[in-house]
């Protein structure tokens, strides 16, 4: 009994199996809105057809990449693997191995595609034949009677490196998925991050990981500088200081790397400290407000229980009595406000940096114009693993490809009344590139010898 269930459990037939199933779970997932990976489109679905839902629910179908069914699925497919790379580790070691076995008449051997036989001259012995062969090379079993010779004897190994590095990628992979967490953060210069969970986007909201912890990181925002050349962002530079006081640069495509979490720079906006007073110079209220409107669009705040609508101008100019921007470069940067109360707008001007604003009584005042970032932070354990895996991947590929093996037989014998080199030879693959490096080896040894 348990010979069969190995023999299944190891077969080609229960590979395919697994490979199939799995193919019709992510096909599944692509069509059922997952919670974790369409939450907004899963909570609209949930509202529409809420038997259907929990139906599903009930079945892991919405929750399928991570459900028991596909981790049991992972695992089947694992231990297949396992199962397969053990069933080889023999024949690769058989293959490796050098035996006395392998010595057999070149004349009669089946296996060996090429054959052919060379006259030799007078003074080519069996050392130097041998010793020719070493310096290619072949590593040589026998004596001129009969020899085995095999160069690159451990290519069998790469066939191991590549199923280990399969088996590495996918096990990476799988941690990946399991582990991973992202989410987004908004952060002002000068705001300290201590990886908070409540600090982190709403919408959309950050993606906890199955197992694992949360990203362990905390930095504060010492600086943000974006950099515009003729009209054009061409960069950004934030620098972070860590709890250790290091100090690292984020820039576009230029992350900040910690505990297998990766922070990096999304959006840029500016937060500017706007303090409301009424007609007396008491303050009312104040806080730096991130405002999202480099880009051109509104943005708004509230204050003091007034609502304030506001565009944005980073090189503010009046054209036919309208705002416009000059350029994206920030020379004249001045927000358009205006008021609402109540539902009813009340006032309307312009705040220029570290400028004010006069209505109906109150002062609003824009005491500093700092920027805001927003940042993806993305924590996945495994891609060491995996980066490993393909390590290992392309040692194989290039082992196998460039250094494949070669086997000849071959005997020191008297043939047509002349004793010749009589020889057969095989490669793994590259039968006619294999034949003509036979043909040189054998015909260079022999004519080097004739020409002395």
Not at 225 to 231: G, Q
Not at 258 to 283: C, Q, R, W, Y
Not at 325 to 345: A, L, W
Request: glycine letters at 10%; a positive charge; one cysteine or more.
């Amino acid at each position: 009994m348990f010979t069969k269930l190995y023999k299944f459990l190891s077969s080609l037939r229960f590979t395919i199996w697994l490979i199939c199933l799995l193919g019709v779970i992510f096909a599944a997932g692509l069509w059922v809105p997952q919670k974790r990976l369409l939450k907004t489109i899963y909570l609209d679905w949930q509202q529409k057809s809420p038997d259907l839902v929990a139906f599903l629910d009930s079945f892991g179908l919405t929750t399928i990449y991570t459900s028991p069914i596909t981790v049991t699925l992972w695992l089947l497919f694992f231990l297949n693997l396992s199962l397969v790379l053990w069933q080889r580790i023999p024949v690769i070691k058989s293959r490796i191995v050098l035996s006395e076995s392998k010595i057999v008449d070149p004349e009669s051997a089946g296996g060996y595609p090429f054959h052919s036989y060379y006259p030799l001259p007078d003074g080519l012995n069996e050392d130097k034949i041998f010793a020719a062969l070493r310096k290619h090379g072949f590593t040589i079993l026998g004596n001129g009677n009969m020899f085995y010779g095999v160069k690159n004897r451990l290519s069998p190994i790469a066939f191991a490196l590549f199923h280990v590095s399969f088996f590495l990628i996918l096990f990476g992979g799988i941690i990946g998925v399991y582990t991973e967490f992202r989410g987004y953060v908004e952060l002002a210069q000068g705001e300290t991050f201590q990886g908070e969970l409540e600090r982190y986007k709403d919408d959309p909201g950050p993606k906890l990981p199955e197992i694992g912890s949360l990203p362990d990181v905390s930095f504060t925002i010492k600086s943000i500088v974006p950099r515009v050349v003729r009209n054009t962002p061409t960069g950004i530079s934030i620098m972070l200081v860590d709890s250790r006081g290091k100090s690292h640069e984020v820039g576009i495509n230029v992350p900040y790397n910690t505990n297998h979490t990766s922070v990096m720079f999304k959006h840029l906006g500016v937060a500017p400290l706007f303090i409301l007073k009424d007609s007396s110079g008491k303050e009312i209220g104040g806080a730096y407000m991130k405002l999202d409107v480099l880009k051109g669009g509104p943005d708004h705040f509230t204050l003091g229980g007034l609502l304030f609508a506001t565009r944005f101008y980073p090189d503010y100019a009046l054209v036919d009595g309208k705002p416009v921007t000059r350029s994206m470069e920030f020379n004249n940067q001045v927000f358009v406000i205006s008021v609402e109360r109540d539902g009813k707008k009340i006032a309307e001007g312009t705040v220029p940096k570290n400028g004010t604003m006069t209505f109906e009584g109150y002062r609003l005042e824009m005491q500093e114009m700092p920027f805001w970032v927003r940042f993806y932070v993305n924590k996945q354990r495994g891609l060491s693993i995996v980066y490993t895996g393909f390590a290992l991947a392309t040692i194989g590929v290039i082992w196998r490809l460039l250094f494949f093996r070669r086997e000849i037989i071959g005997s020191i014998r008297e043939k047509e009344g002349q004793l010749c080199l009589v020889v057969a030879g095989r490669s793994e693959y590259y039968k006619s590139l294999a034949e003509d490096e036979f043909v040189k080896l054998f015909s260079g040894i022999v004519r080097k010898t004739d020409e002395r």
